[in-house]
């Protein structure tokens, strides 16, 4: 399983972002997706994860209400649409594939793409 994240940049407090994480054949739908997130200092912590084949989303509560996860089966593509950013949204992204019986625990996710800073200025 081979996982690719793309789409951090720099933005401004209030605005938007979508990230992408292209994914091998078939991962996505093999697969829980999930997007995680370390900022500098603090361990790394559960964004958001999509079960493609249930067809359900979780969330953190930090992020609920801000941010939808997606997932394009035909792409192989999961996505990441990250709307009225916060300074503390600053962090690296990181998608993750794996099964987890907990959504949010990233010990049980066993493959990782590399990150993507996403930086919110003030």
């Known amino acids: 399983v081979q996982l690719q994240a793309s789409g951090g940049g720099l933005v401004q407090a209030g605005e938007s972002l979508r990230l992408s994480c292209a994914a091998s054949?078939?991962?996505?739908?093999?697969?829980?997706m999930g997007w995680f997130r370390q900022a500098p200092g603090k361990e790394r912590e559960f964004v958001a994860a999509i079960n493609y084949s249930g067809g359900s989303t979780y969330y953190a509560d930090s992020v609920k209400g801000r941010f939808t996860i997606s997932g394009d089966n035909a792409k192989n593509t999961v996505y990441l649409q990250m709307n009225s950013l916060k300074s503390e949204d600053t962090a690296v992204y990181y998608c993750a594939a794996g099964t987890p019986l907990a959504y949010g625990s990233r010990s049980q996710y066993g493959y990782w793409g590399q990150g993507t800073l996403v930086t919110v200025s003030s």
């Open positions: 054949k078939r991962t996505f739908s093999r697969y829980v």
